[in-house]
Every structure is written in C-alpha cells, then in structure tokens.
C-alpha cells in the first residue's frame, strides 16, 4: 500500500519551504497509520531518502517537490518518486536534453511522439524514481541517467506508474506488481505496459 499527498507550497518560498512541507506531510501520511512521528524528527533535506527514527521497518517514506508543489508518499515497500514542472526553456533544448538519456529505443520513441516535451518528462521522472528507489535500497547508481527504463514492466523486475496534465509528470517506481496506491487528490495513474515507452 502507498498512501500519497500531493499539496501546493506557496508561491515564491525557498526548496527549504517545499522540503518542510513535504516532511509535515509525511507526518500527516504516519499518523494516519497510527504513528507519532514529529515533524522534526524526519532526516534534513538532502541528506538522502527521507528517514525518521519512530517509522518501523516495512515502512518507507519518499518526497519529491518542484516549484509549488510537492508530493509525500508512504509506502509498505521501498518507492521512489519524481514530480516535474514543464519549463519552456526544456522545449526550446529539448533534442539535446533527449540526447542525454541513455537508451536509444527511449529517444526515439520520445521524438516521434505526438507531444515529444511531455514524453521527454514521462522518461525523465521515471530515470529520477527509478534512481530514488535503487537510493532507498542503499544501491545508489552513479547518477540518475545510469538508470535504465528497460528494467520497468513485466519483462523488468521493476512497476511503474505515471501520471501527467498540460504542465505537471508525477512517476513512482516499485518492486511490487500489485501495489495499491492511494492519492490525496485522487489523481488518474496510469499503470505502465510491457514494453511501453514514453
């Protein structure tokens, strides 16, 4: 089971701001589950995954916040999770930033896509999950385009899902097939199929 929160920061605060929210959120998430577990209390941005010393084992917490939102998840297995923000500036680069990504079936897919900017977004969260949930492992990768989509699906030992409007891509990865998710708001997953590609 993940439960998930995604929630407005308010214009114009610092990544600090967004980081606390994100950690009250957390908060929120484990006393719904019973648990007493301070705001305070949870690891300092940027100091790796989110931890905090009353959430049991079995449990595991993930962040991921860019400009005015930010997005807590809860979860009964390791998950990694990626927001994006659509930037036009990304649009007016976006054949040198495809060319960055690591897998060449991915590249093209996002260039003959109908929306190549959003396609571009749908590969790079889940590059940026996929890297927070091997993080979570404590089997980092080298960086977040060492990742490989290939391992994401059926034929892949990993499951993901996505969900994407006009100017946000949310992704979350995890290594189990049949995990239940719950969102606050509800939000549209879309579970990803064998062989899909962005």
């Known amino acids: 089971m993940l439960d998930l929160v995604m929630a407005r920061v308010p214009s114009g605060r610092d990544r600090g701001a967004a980081s606390w929210r994100g950690r009250e959120l957390l908060s929120r998430l484990a006393r719904r589950r019973g648990l007493d577990c301070p705001v305070d209390g949870w690891s300092p941005r940027g100091g790796g995954p989110p931890g905090h010393p009353a ?94 989509l290939a391992s994401l699906g059926p034929g892949g030992h990993l499951q993901a899902w996505q969900w994407q409007d006009a100017a946000w891509t949310l992704s979350i990865c995890a290594p189990e097939a049949r995990l239940r998710i719950r969102a606050a708001p509800r939000l549209p997953l879309v579970r990803l199929a064998s062989g899909a590609l962005p």
């Open 55 to 148: 959430l049991p084992n079995g449990l595991y917490a993930a962040l991921s916040h860019r400009d005015e939102r930010v997005v807590a998840g809860l979860a009964s297995c390791p998950v990694g999770l990626d927001l994006e923000h659509a930037r036009a500036r990304h649009a007016r680069r976006l054949a040198a930033l495809v060319a960055r990504l690591p897998e060449p079936e991915v590249r093209r897919a996002i260039l003959g896509a109908g929306d190549p900017p959003a396609a571009f977004y749908r590969a790079w969260t889940l590059h940026e999950a996929l890297f927070k949930l091997a993080s979570l492992a404590g089997r980092p990768p080298s960086a977040v385009l060492a990742t490989r």
